[in-house]
């Protein structure tokens, strides 16, 4: 079985020294990964800039920005069994990128953002017959009306809701906890665990068995 999995933020650059980003640190996605390897799957890992080491035995793609992961996504796309976005892509990115430092002038600046391909969206107009498409959704409040509606809006056969407005889970933390959403309404606690732990539950249940 063939696992496409996305993790990290991306990077938008504004010039050749600043630029837009996250704190995804990439953990939670880098843990579905070696989850699913350890499952006996072979993996591909599309992974924006973070710290962590390239797992073993994991095929690892590092891209930078939103628009080259989604190039990166969309070449592995096609013959995966399962595609997991577990990364933080950003909607927005600079309209004007330069090449050089930009340097100040008097008065305010304006940085003006033009949105990012959806890559998930593209996903799921063309989901192939079969195919499991996960997404995660980020909420800090309505977190199932939320996630929900991004499930149906981008054709997701699963939706990894998590609520981001406690530090001691999710974004940027060691540990998650999870509401996973399925296709029928249906909703499975992954409950507070670190997010090794949390990957498996997670593949235990989006994995065709
Ligand atoms: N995603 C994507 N391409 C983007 C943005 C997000 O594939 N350009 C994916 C993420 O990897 C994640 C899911 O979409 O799996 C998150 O859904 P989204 O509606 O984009 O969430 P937010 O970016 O948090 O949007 P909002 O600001 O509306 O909450």
């Not at 799957?41 to 973070?50: D, H, Q, R, T």
């Not at 192939?128 to 980020?138: M, S, T, W, Y």
């Amino acid at each position: 079985m063939k696992v496409l999995i996305t993790a990290g933020p991306t990077l938008e650059r504004i010039d050749a020294i600043r630029f837009i980003s996250n704190r995804s640190s990439g953990r939670m996605g880098y843990a579905v990964a070696e989850a699913a390897r350890d499952a006996g799957c072979m993996v591909v890992l599309i992974s924006g800039p973070v710290t962590l080491p390239v797992p073993q035995g994991i095929k690892v793609e590092k891209v930078e920005s939103a628009a080259e992961m989604a190039a990166a996504v969309f070449k592995h796309a096609v013959d995966s069994d399962v595609i997991i976005m577990a990364a933080a892509v950003a909607d927005y990115t600079p309209k004007n990128k330069s090449d050089r430092k930009l340097k100040k002038t008097p008065g305010d600046l304006t940085i003006e953002l033009e949105r990012t391909e959806d890559i998930l969206l593209t996903l799921g107009n063309n989901k192939p017959e079969g195919q499991v498409l996960v997404g995660f959704a980020a909420e800090t409040e309505n977190l199932v009306k939320y996630a929900t509606g991004k499930l149906q809006r981008k054709n997701l056969d699963w939706i990894a809701a998590n609520d981001i407005s406690a530090s001691d889970r999710g974004f940027g933390a060691d540990a998650n906890e999870i509401t996973l959403i399925g296709r029928s309404g249906q909703q499975i606690n992954i409950p507070l665990a670190d997010k090794k732990t949390v990957a498996r539950r997670l593949l235990d249940i989006i994995l065709p068995q």
